[in-house]
T-cell receptor
Framework: GAGVSQSPRYKVAKRGQDVALRCDPISGHVSLFWYQQALGQGPEFLTYFQNEAQLDKSGLPSDRFFAERPEGSVSTLKIQRTQQEDSAVYLC???????????????FGQGTRLTVV | DAKTTQPNSMESNEEEPVHLPCNHSTISGTDYIHWYRQLPSQGPEYVIHGLTSNVNNRMASLAIAEDRKSSTLILHRATLRDAAVYYCILSPRGPYNNNDMRFGAGTRLTVKP
């Protein structure tokens, strides 16, 4: 497809379960972002990749959250031992150039809605 | 950290212009001003960005104050499809730093028919 694809669109997890959320960025895009969006709030930054390098993970809320992008394309956000407060929409975005090369727009996926019960 | 301040909500009538303000009094010389919007149940989408000069594209116009401490997103004729949350964010030019691509709470725009 032409856009950023995220899967699954919806995920229900029991508290304590591990989950993995997938992001397929636009082909050739260097930069990739993950965000967490709680109901009624703006997207909160989680982490940033430039190709396979994770340059910024300052927004990850705890060590239960882990993200990877091993080949510089598809990325996975993993949440271990999910808690109810992890319930949110997780958004992925990609952009063509790294942020230090040029100002370029970011393209967002539709997100994965995670509900922890 | 460079931060932005926006009103929580605004209303507009269909077919009328809308001016969405954003204050960014701590903006630095290398910060670009970006606007994104988020329609219901969608991810954010890019609207426009600028540095110092006013900018126009097919979606909107961006008016930047001379001192760059504020900007205004202008929708020339609001339609019902423009109802969304609008985010103003600052993105520094140059090597990546930990302030890039941070969103605030945004302005929820309601368009009345």
């Amino acid at each position: 497809g032409a856009g950023v694809s995220q899967s699954p669109r919806y995920k229900v997890a029991k508290r304590g379960q591990d989950v993995a959320l997938r992001c397929d960025p636009i082909s050739g895009h260097v930069s990739l972002f993950w965000y967490q969006q709680a109901l009624g709030q703006g997207p909160e930054f989680l982490t940033y990749f430039q190709n396979e390098a994770q340059l910024d993970k300052s927004g990850l809320p705890s060590d239960r959250f882990f993200a990877e992008r091993p080949e510089g394309s598809v990325s996975t956000l993993k949440i271990q031992r999910t808690q109810q407060e992890d319930s949110a929409v997780y958004l992925c975005a990609s952009s063509f150039l790294p942020l230090d090369r040029a100002i370029t727009e970011a393209f967002f996926g539709q997100g994965t809605r995670l509900t922890v019960v | 950290d460079a931060k932005t301040t926006q009103p929580n909500s605004m209303e507009s009538n269909e077919e009328e212009p809308v001016h969405l303000p954003c204050n960014h009094s701590t903006i630095s010389g290398t910060d670009y001003i970006h606007w994104y919007r988020q329609l219901p149940s969608q991810g954010p989408e890019y609207v426009i960005h600028g540095l110092t000069s006013n900018v126009n594209n097919r979606m909107a116009s961006l008016a930047i104050a001379e001192d760059r401490k504020s900007s205004t997103l202008i929708l020339h004729r609001a339609t019902l499809r423009d109802a969304a949350v609008y985010y103003c964010i600052l993105s520094p030019r140059g090597p990546y730093n930990n302030n890039d691509m941070r969103f605030g709470a945004g302005t929820r725009l309601t368009v009345k028919p």
